[in-house]
C-alpha cells in the first residue's frame, strides 16, 4: 500500500484556497490595468496552486507583460510571488525562494499585512521543503504575527499547520499535534471546515505513521465529518479516500475496495484528469494488493493512457513507476528517464519565456524590416533641409 499511502500526506500550503476562484482567466486577460490584474492574479494563484500548476508561470508572465512600462512594485512582488510559487513547486528551489523573498521585501514595505503574512507563510514553505525546519519555523511564526494584525481572522492562523508540519517533519510529534488542534478549534471556530478537515486528515495521517489505526480511523472520520459541511467536493472526495485506506488498514478489504470505486467514480464526475489518474492508480494498487495482478495492470494502464492523451506527463510517470513495482524491465526505465528528461526541458523552456525584456525588444527591432526606400527617405530628408536653407542664405 506504499503508493496509496503517499495520497495521505498533504502539503498544508494554502489553507484557504476555495475549489472555485471570484476570477477567470478571461477576467485577468481583459484587464488593462496593471494593479488591478496583479489583484485578480492574487486571487487566481490560490486556484491554480491547486489544480493548474502550470498555467501560474503564465498568469505570471503575463502580469509581467503588463508591467513593463509603469514599472508598479506591487505588480511586480505579485509577479515574483508567482513565479516564486512556480518554481518552489517545480523543484527549482533556490530560484524560487530568491524570488519570494524580493517579492516579501516589497510587500514589507508597502505595508499590507494580509500580503506580508501570504509572503512569510510561502517563504515558510519553501524552506520546509528544503528541510530548513529553523527558518521555516521563523517564517511560519512571522506570518502568524503578522497575520494578527489582519482584519480577517483567519490570517492570524493561516500558517498554523505548516508550523504544524514543520515540528512533525523535525521529528516533534507533540508539538505538531498540539498546533495541528490549535489550528482545528480557530478554523471551526469560524465555520472553516475545508481547513478544519485538512487539519483532520494531517493528525490522521500523524495516527496513520504512528500505527495507531483506531486513532487514525477517528481522525479521518472527523475528516469527513467536516468535509461534508463544506462546500468542496475535492475534500470530500479526499476524506473518502483516507477512510478506505484505513479500512484497508482495518484488515476491511472488499469495504476498502469498494470506498476507492465509488472515489473513482466521483472524480469522474469532478472532471479533473489529474484526479481521475490518481483514482486509477490507487484501484490499480489496492488489486495487487488484493492478489488481483491482471487487474490491477489494467487499471494501471488506464492512468497511464489517460495521463498520455491530456499531456500529464508527471502522472505518466508515477504510473510507469508504479507498473515498475511488477515490471522491471529496460523498456519501463527508459521511457521514464525520457519523460523525465522532456518535462525539464519543457519547464526550463516555460522559465525562460519570462524574459520579457529580451522580447519586447526583439518585438521593437522588427519595426527595422521596412522597405528600402522608407531608409532614403531618412537619409534625403536633412540634405533637402540643408539645400534649403542655403537657398535662403544665399537670397
Same mark, same amino acid.
Given at each position: ?11 498544508? /500550503?494554502?489553507?484557504?484556497?476555495? $475549489? ?21 492574479? /492574487? ?6 496552486? &491547486? ?72 517563504? @515558510? ?30 490570517? $492570524? ?43 483532520? $486528515?494531517?493528525?490522521?495521517? =500523524? ?10 480511523? =477517528? ?18 472526495? &479526499? ?24 472515489? /473513482?467514480?466521483? &472524480?469522474?464526475?469532478? @472532471? ?11 484501484? @490499480? ?19 497511464? $493512457? ?80 540643408? /539645400? ?8
Amino acid at each position: 500500500m506504499n503508493r496509496i499511502t503517499l495520497v495521505l500526506i498533504l502539503l498544508h /500550503l494554502s489553507h484557504l484556497c476555495h $475549489s472555485q476562484s471570484a476570477f477567470n482567466f478571461a477576467q485577468f486577460a481583459e484587464e488593462n490595468n496593471p494593479k488591478n490584474k496583479a489583484t485578480i492574479a /492574487l486571487e487566481l494563484l490560490k486556484y491554480y496552486n &491547486r489544480y493548474h500548476l502550470d498555467s501560474l508561470n503564465i498568469l505570471g508572465i503575463d502580469l509581467k507583460k503588463s508591467n513593463h512600462l509603469i514599472n508598479d512594485n506591487y505588480v511586480k512582488a505579485t509577479y515574483q510571488r508567482v513565479f516564486g510559487m512556480f518554481d518552489v513547486r517545480k523543484g527549482f528551489m533556490k530560484e524560487g525562494l530568491k524570488l519570494l523573498k524580493s517579492s516579501r521585501s516589497i510587500f514589507l514595505n508597502l505595508g499590507d499585512d494580509e500580503l506580508i503574512c501570504e509572503a512569510f507563510n510561502e517563504t @515558510g514553505i519553501c524552506y520546509l521543503l528544503m528541510n530548513d525546519f529553523e527558518r521555516a519555523k521563523n517564517d511560519f511564526k512571522a506570518s502568524i504575527k503578522f497575520g494578527e494584525s489582519c482584519e480577517t481572522n483567519s490570517f $492570524s492562523y493561516l500558517a498554523t499547520i505548516n508550523l504544524a508540519q514543520c515540528y512533525y517533519e523535525n521529528g516533534n510529534i507533540d508539538s505538531a499535534q498540539l498546533y495541528t488542534k490549535r489550528y482545528i478549534e480557530r478554523a471551526i471556530s469560524e465555520n472553516k471546515f475545508e481547513s478544519a478537515a485538512n487539519a483532520y $486528515s494531517f493528525l490522521g495521517q =500523524i495516527q496513520l505513521d504512528q500505527k495507531n489505526i483506531k486513532q487514525a480511523l =477517528i481522525c479521518f472520520e472527523q475528516q469527513m465529518k467536516n468535509a461534508q459541511k463544506s462546500s468542496s467536493p475535492y475534500i470530500l472526495i &479526499r476524506a473518502k479516500n483516507n477512510l478506505a485506506i484505513t479500512k484497508f488498514y482495518q484488515g476491511k478489504k472488499k469495504i476498502a475496495l469498494q470506498l476507492f470505486k465509488e472515489v /473513482l467514480i466521483d &472524480r469522474k464526475k469532478q @472532471g479533473f484528469i489529474a484526479y481521475i489518474c490518481d483514482a486509477y492508480l490507487n484501484m @490499480g494498487e489496492i488489486y495487487h494488493e488484493l492478489g488481483e495482478n491482471k487487474k490491477g495492470l489494467e487499471y494501471a494502464d488506464s492512468s497511464l $493512457s489517460l495521463a498520455k492523451n491530456h499531456g500529464l506527463i508527471s502522472h505518466r510517470i508515477e504510473a510507469l513507476e508504479t507498473k515498475m513495482e511488477n515490471d522491471s524491465s529496460k523498456d519501463l526505465e527508459n521511457e521514464i528517464r525520457m519523460l523525465k528528461e522532456k518535462q525539464t526541458k519543457i519547464v526550463n523552456k516555460n522559465r525562460l519565456n519570462r524574459n520579457i525584456n529580451n522580447a519586447i525588444t526583439l518585438e521593437q527591432g522588427g519595426l527595422s524590416n521596412w522597405p528600402w526606400y522608407i531608409y532614403v527617405i531618412f537619409i534625403l530628408i536633412p540634405l533637402v533641409i540643408y /539645400l534649403t536653407l542655403k537657398s535662403k542664405l544665399a537670397d
